[in-house]
Antibody
């Protein structure tokens, strides 16, 4: 059974870079059938898609975050990672990783989710 | 950029009642690339519906999705106690974006 697990620091200082990793178990991140993505949810608010990556390294980003986001993949470790630069308090959120079925060359809906990890931006 | 607007914000119903949730897009969603998710407090979202009307694996048939173009609906035919939660729609035809959510609460 496929499982996704987020990991990384729970506290990041303002202006620094937030770094998270998602480890995929029970399946291969190199499957041609899926993209892998990041979604976040500020406290008490809704969901926001951050971006997604294919095992080949092809990426799609939310236009509103694109200038600050980098998503990368390490197929040898079955992991993909998120870096969000110049963070502020507005980036405080639960960060989820998820799997997207490949849909006509693009990341589709999200069918498997990690449990999420809370990241707080504060000095 | 397609914006999704969900209504109502909160739906107060009793177990056994029918729930009808709406998701309206600011532009047409291509190929009915619309999904619905359920989220309970402290949990990750769970996929219910994709392609506007296809149920995800393991989802009970009391959940159904319909619609096309700019207007989509999630219907829960008879609410069970475990169905009280927040529901989000998401489009994936042009970039990816979520609606703001509808909370289904016990009346």
């Amino acid at each position: 059974q496929l499982q996704l697990q987020e990991s990384g620091p729970g506290l990041v200082k303002p202006s620094e870079t937030l770094s998270l990793t998602c480890t995929v178990s029970g399946g291969s991140i190199s499957s041609s059938s899926y993209y892998w993505g990041w979604i976040r949810q500020p406290p008490g608010k809704g969901l926001e898609w951050i971006g997604s990556i294919y095992y080949s390294g092809s990426t799609y980003y939310n236009p509103s975050l694109k200038s600050r986001v980098t998503i990368s993949v390490d197929t040898s470790k079955n992991q993909f990672s998120l870096k969000l630069s110049s963070v502020t308090a507005a980036d405080t959120a639960v960060y989820y990783c998820a799997r997207h079925p490949y849909d006509f060359g693009l990341p589709g809906y999200m069918d498997v989710w990690g449990k999420g990890t809370t990241v707080t931006v504060s000095s | 950029e397609i914006v999704l607007t969900q209504s109502p914000g909160t739906l107060s119903l009793s177990p056994g009642e029918r729930a009808t949730l709406s998701c309206r897009a600011s532009q047409s969603v291509s190929s009915s690339y619309l999904a619905w998710y359920q989220q309970k407090p402290g949990q990750a979202p769970r996929l219910l519906i994709y392609g506007a009307s296809s149920r995800a694996t393991g989802i009970p048939d009391r959940f159904s999705g319909s619609g096309s173009g700019t207007d989509f609906t999630l219907t829960i035919s008879r609410l069970e106690p475990e169905d009280f939660a927040v529901y989000y729609c998401q489009q994936y035809g042009s970039s990816r974006a979520f609606g703001q959510g509808t909370k289904v609460e016990i009346k």
